[in-house]
């Protein structure tokens, strides 16, 4: 495959950078992520994915835009409230860059689709906010294989970790962070505390360079490191993430 002179311009930025090329860039067209959630993480995650020229990319969602979203998804605007979220988002991403191929899945992941959708796909990034999506999404991605770039958000802050322990011995899975889900009336959302948008920009932006260094195998990858960022402390900081040699999900037989 031969770069068009249009995707010479387009991805000039990249290919003069020494650690891409064009042999990186051509990965990144060859790629295909899936992106679990068009919402907050999702909005920024997206589109610098698509800016990018990773070749394909999936979305999966099954809302629909709400006037509330608008404050921190940017990926939508006023115009697609009532439109479904992977629909708005993939208009955008295609007004964005036609080089992308963008696959809808329109539907809430669950034990009965969870793995025909995820296997068709190199890398996954959930930005769900819900931790029974995210136990799901990360037991099948250790079950098939795939390397998971995982991001959550608070009112003025975020985390953002790799779990990828087929890559290497020792390196965790979501579940070693995290076994079970928290007691219903310990877990929250934004429409229950309320989030400052940008920050959603801010831990989205950081998702998609650590989704992009996957790809491209270049730099420090976050597996078995958790990236904590404080919006409020101005301050960022990265703590170990150990496997948890009796994890159920990652550990057995190993």
Known sequence: MDFTDEQLERYARHIILKDVGGAGQMALLKARVLVVGA???????LQYLAAAGVGTIGIVDDDHVDLSNLQRQIIHATG???TPKTESAAAKIKAL????NVIQH???????NAAAIIGDYDIVADGTDNFA??????DTCVALGKTL????????????????PHAEVGLPCYRCF?????????????????????????VGTLQAVEVLKEILDIGDSLAGKMLIYD????????????????????????
């Open 106 to 112: 329109a539907v809430r992941l669950g034990a009965d």
């Open 39 to 45: 919402g907050g993480l999702g909005s920024p995650l």
């Open 149 to 164: 770039v995982s991001a959550a958000l608070g009112p003025f802050e975020g985390q953002l970790a790799t779990f990828k």
């Open 97 to 100: 860059n036609s080089d992308v």
């Open 80 to 82: 697609d409230v009532g």
């Open 133 to 138: 999506t995210r136990h799901l999404v990360n």
């Open 178 to 202: 995290l076994p079970e889900e928290p007691p219903a009336d310990m877990q929250r959302t934004c429409s229950d505390i309320g989030i400052l948008g940008a920050v959603a920009g801010v």
């Open 231 to 254: 919006a409020l402390g101005a301050t960022t900081r990265t703590i170990g993430l150990p496997q948890d040699p009796k994890c159920p999900t990652c550990a057995i037989g190993k």
